[in-house]
């Protein structure tokens, strides 16, 4: 009996000694829904489910408006480290523009990315109308509706002197544009432009006066 007792003694040394752990793997992350979308602003996020073997020392979005983005890019949000769900708040963003985004993480073995997401910043800035035709006689008019995101600015075109702005900024929301327009006596229309500024985006109004005697119906001069 006593032979055996070094055998036992080897067996049980082996099978308690150090094992090799296996190598870390990419960690799992998903992408949240792209919320609360401004012109300039988002709310995304995402959640990572599995570290991988290793710990991750990083997470949060990325985006661009090229499709696949990556965490080394300049447009990425640090949102702590570890499993579990974050938010991010995405900043930066222009109208009017198409965005790919999805949630990265990082461990030793490299980056991981969720699932890619879709966005479009909607415009800062919309018009009721984008040209208008004026009589001879002039007046004023009050006939454009501005709906801006945040305020906004009006500025006639230079050479446009028979033509004064009544309103040259607005808030956000809607509002009119008023401006008055001196009668027209030449023999020939007249045309002016009006640019409406907010943020990142401008439009343009055309502004057509006609000619002193004016049109019959079918286009003909009177």
């Known amino acids: 009996m006593k032979k055996l ?4 003694f080897l067996m049980v040394f082996y099978s308690c000694g150090p094992q090799d752990n296996p190598d870390p793997v990419i960690s799992t992350v998903s992408t949240a829904a792209v919320t609360n979308i401004t012109i300039t602003t988002a709310s995304c996020g995402g959640n990572v489910t599995a570290d991988g073997g290793a710990e991750v020392t990083a997470r949060g979005v990325c985006w661009s408006t090229s499709a696949s983005p990556t965490d080394n890019l300049t447009t990425r949000t640090q ?3 570890g499993t579990g769900t974050f938010t991010s708040t995405v900043t930066g963003l222009a109208s009017i523009t198409t965005y790919y985004i999805r ?3 990082v461990n030793a073995a490299g980056t991981a990315y969720g699932p890619q997401i879709t966005f479009t910043t909607p415009a800062s800035l919309s018009l009721s109308g984008t040209s208008l035709t004026i009589p001879a006689e002039g007046g004023t008019f009050n006939s454009i509706t501005v709906t801006a995101y945040l305020a906004w600015t ?3 075109t230079s050479g446009s002197d028979w033509l004064t702005l009544n309103t040259t900024s607005g808030a956000a929301g809607s509002s009119q544009l008023s401006f ?3 009668a027209n006596t030449a023999s020939a229309d007249r045309n002016a432009t009006i640019r409406i500024s907010c943020l990142d985006m401008h439009l343009d109004i055309q502004i057509t006066q006609w000619r002193a005697g004016g049109y019959i119906d079918d286009g003909g001069l009177f």
């Not at 007792?5 to 036992?8: Q, S, V």
Request: proline share 6%; net charge negative.
């Open 5 to 8: 007792i070094p055998y036992i």
């Open 79 to 81: 949102d702590g480290s």
């Open 103 to 105: 949630a990265y993480a």
């Open 154 to 156: 009006a500025e006639a």
């Open 180 to 182: 008055n327009i001196q």
